[in-house]
Each structure stands twice: as structure tokens, then as C-alpha cells.
């Protein structure tokens, strides 16, 4: 014996009632890259070996490689973190 209910008794089907899509917000850091180009400061976003910019997870993993940039750097150019939104 099977029950059947009627459309207006409100019961879930086999659509779902709590969404299956959830929007994850992870942030995301990058380092910029201030140097010297022809007599012209320029900013650039720092890629990592095949050309894909660098993105960080923490404020502190990008922190650490852009203070361990700027210790290496032999002309002085200056590496900031900026948080994407």
C-alpha cells in the first residue's frame, strides 16, 4: 500500500528544501611588486615560474614570502600584500 498526498499538503519532493549550492568565501592575498621601469615607478603583480600569480591563503604566508622578496631584492624594489575581494 503506497500513501499519496495531495499537491496542497505542502511535503518536500524531490527538489531540496535547504539549497545544495553554498557560496565559500575564501580570502585571498597577492604581492605587488614596486620597481623602476624607464625612469618610472610601475606596481605589478608578482606570478609565480609559469606566469600564474601567486595567491596566499593567509595574510602571514603572503607576508613571509614578500618580506623574504624584498631581503633578496638587489634593487631595492618593494613588495606589498594586498588582499583580493
Known amino acids: 500500500m503506497v500513501a499519496h498526498l495531495v ?6 519532493g524531490s527538489s531540496p528544501v535547504i539549497p545544495t549550492i553554498f ?3 575564501i ?4 604581492i605587488l611588486k614596486e620597481t623602476q621601469m624607464i625612469n618610472q615607478k610601475v606596481t605589478v603583480l608578482v606570478n609565480d615560474s609559469e ?3 601567486m595567491e596566499f591563503d593567509t595574510l ?3 607576508e613571509k614570502i614578500a618580506k623574504l622578496f624584498e631581503t633578496n631584492s ?4 618593494k613588495y ?3 588582499q583580493l575581494m
Open 7 to 12: 499537491w496542497d499538503q505542502g511535503v518536500a
Open 23 to 25: 557560496k565559500i568565501h
Open 27 to 30: 580570502m585571498a592575498y597577492v
Open 51 to 53: 606566469g600564474i600569480p
Open 60 to 62: 602571514e604566508g603572503a
Open 74 to 77: 638587489l634593487t631595492g624594489n
Open 80 to 82: 606589498t600584500v594586498k
